[in-house]
């Protein structure tokens, strides 16, 4: 039964009343409570928990009163799937209008048919069976891409069960909980990649293609602009809304420097209710300068760079406006099966116009641009994104690997790759170098080897944008490696390091009596940061939650996690565990007791 505890000052004045029951009124229910100023609403709220068996009164929100305006809806249509949905997305925050809507249209056409009339407090309803019967039925969908029907992609289906999982999500969240679990976390989906038993090009492998089958696709194009826009875009890597957004101003030759370049401010975005606008591009590493090469500098003259007002577009639909993709495309996929009729492309390449950028990046990678500029040239918020794509294409990946095996196969050491380039060597050994990487943190002072220094410089360079600190990189004998370092050559990596947005929240510190201690609201909100293998704070989990005694008796909670979403249902459990047992506390059997 609920009951009301009084609050006191030092004086012994009454400072407030609290409304304390265990949820659903077993001995096993987590603690709830709510506090009040004046007697009579505590008394109030207290008998309207036990008319409720336990419960929270509906339409109450904690800490607020009843002012939940779906209040008086009848339980059966609140909570209703379709109407707890789609009142979910519309009070979205952070999202953009067109964005709210598409979400909203997915929402529509592929969730609701199967979960509209459920009631999102459901066990029954929803549960990890219906689920993945759900899922399995997306992955049987029929759906239009281009001009023909095809199986609904696995990257699709992913986005919809996230779409499922956020709104389930949210009803865990809610004061009190709707839901004590969301079955999306055990369901298993699609595999996105479909290792590549897709030959018609449908498949979301990247296609990369050889200068000379680009200019195979250019002979074929009927059209001079469409001519100049498939080589800018091979030649500079720009992003489709990026490269059709640029007007004259972003085009230009640096005084300072004399050499031609891009800057790259803004890009085409979707407009809610239709249409597009110019804004921002889509991060902030993807506002940069990209050096441009004196051919397509000239190209850009050729074309009438200098006849241009300021911001008037170089690539357009011929009336100054938006060049639509779908129309170009159209005139690609044709120059493509050109290309293809006349063997000068392979039959088995079937590139969109999105795989010029990726060839970009094969490029300068064969010609031994490091990681770290191919990253910033395409504008990418994280090298371990750059790495993932296109770290198999480094000229020396093969032949560093198939040295490797050759020397260990013989019994003699490889020696390391471009060691002429770091310019501090401690000491000599068997030939064998490894590179050093010093990093600075809060934590202090930390060492990471690699074998490659390829990896060594991305993961330096990475550092310094993430922590706004300096590092250096040394080359290292192996016996000194050994002398310097506990592990010795176990240490030493082989990979580039795994590295992750890490998503943090809390702690929540509560008394032993359960009350908690605010010091920072904005504790209670997500944030993130992004964290190494290495580091004490990274987690390859969707979420981890964590509840630990204090030393002077008070019980935090936090979590962390990948999943930002899985993170807020693991730090409201955190929470709820941390109730249970702040009594427990063993420090407090060491506190004298405190006078009554």
Not at 256 to 270: F, H, L, N, S, Y
Not at 331 to 355: C, F, N, S, V, Y
Not at 574 to 585: E, H, K, P
């Amino acid at each position: 039964m609920a009951y009301i505890a009084n609050r006191k000052n030092k004086a012994g004045e009454v400072t407030s009343y609290q409304v304390k029951w265990r949820l659903g009124g077993s001995r096993d229910g987590d603690w709830q409570i709510e506090r009040f100023d004046d007697d009579d609403s505590a008394k109030t709220f207290r008998d309207a928990v036990n008319e409720h068996a336990q419960q929270w009164p509906p339409g109450w929100v904690k800490g607020v009163g009843y002012i939940d305006p779906t209040a008086e809806q009848p339980d059966d249509e609140r909570y209703r799937f379709k109407n707890y949905a789609l009142e979910s997305v519309r009070n979205r925050t952070g999202v953009e209008g067109y964005y709210k809507d598409a979400i909203e249209k997915e929402l529509t056409t592929y969730l609701l048919p199967t979960f509209g009339e459920c009631d999102v407090r459901s066990t029954v309803h929803f549960q990890k069976r219906t689920v993945q019967k759900w899922v399995n039925t997306m992955a049987e969908t029929m759906v239009m891409r281009g001009s023909r029907h095809k199986p609904m992609s696995p990257k699709t289906i992913k986005n919809l069960h996230g779409l499922l999982s956020s709104i389930l999500t949210e009803a865990m969240q809610e004061e009190p909980p709707l839901r004590a679990r969301n079955p999306c976390a055990l369901v298993t989906l699609p595999r996105i990649d479909d290792g590549g038993t897709a030959d018609d090009g449908s498949d979301e492998d990247m296609c990369f293609l050889e200068p000379d089958e680009v200019q195979a696709i250019v002979d074929e194009l009927d059209l001079p602009k469409d001519k100049r826009l498939v080589r800018r875009k091979y030649a500079t890597g720009l992003r489709w809304g990026e490269l059709t957004a640029l007007g004259k101003r972003q085009v230009f030759r640096d005084p300072k420097d004399g050499k031609p370049k891009i800057r790259v401010t803004r890009a085409w975005k979707r407009k809610r209710g239709g249409g597009y606008y110019l804004g921002t591009p889509k991060s902030k590493r993807s506002r940069r300068t990209v050096r441009i090469d004196e051919v397509t500098w000239q190209e850009f003259l050729d074309d009438g760079l200098e006849e241009l007002g300021p911001e008037d577009l170089i690539h357009h639909n011929g009336q100054g406006e938006r060049l639509p993709y779908s129309t170009f495309y159209d005139r690609l996929k044709t120059a493509i099966q050109r290309a293809h009729k006349k063997g000068t492309l392979p039959l088995e390449k079937h590139p969109t116009l999105h795989d010029l950028r990726h060839s970009h990046a094969a490029a300068l990678l064969s010609m031994g641009h490091s990681l770290t500029y191919v990253q910033r040239r395409l504008g990418h918020e994280s090298i371990t994104t750059t790495s993932d794509r296109y770290g198999h294409l480094l000229p020396e990946a093969d032949d560093d690997a198939m040295e490797t095996i050759e020397a260990n196969l013989a019994g003699r050491a490889r020696p390391g790759a471009g060691e002429e380039e770091i310019p501090v060597v401690i000491s000599q050994g068997d030939g064998r170098r490894v590179y050093a990487v010093h990093l600075d943190s809060h934590a202090g002072a930390h060492i990471e080897g690699f074998w490659d220094l390829d990896h060594a410089q991305a993961v330096s360079e990475q550092w310094r944008l993430d922590r706004g600190t300096e590092t250096r990189i040394e080359a290292w004998s192996v016996e000194w490696w050994n002398r310097q370092v506990n592990g010795g050559v176990n240490r030493v990596r082989r990979h580039m390091p795994d590295r992750a947005l890490v998503w943090h929240v809390g702690p929540a510190v509560y008394e032993p009596d359960g009350t908690e201690i605010v010091r920072r609201p904005e504790d209670h909100e997500p944030r993130s940061q992004w964290a190494w293998e290495w580091e004490e704070t990274y987690t390859d989990e969707p979420a981890v939650g964590c509840v630990g005694w204090r030393p002077q008796g008070e019980t935090e909670a936090s979590a962390r996690g990948q999943g930002r979403d899985a993170v807020l249902v693991a730090y409201a459990q955190a929470r709820s565990d941390a109730l249970r047992v702040c009594g427990m506390n063993p420090a407090l059997a060491e506190q004298p007791a405190l006078e009554t």
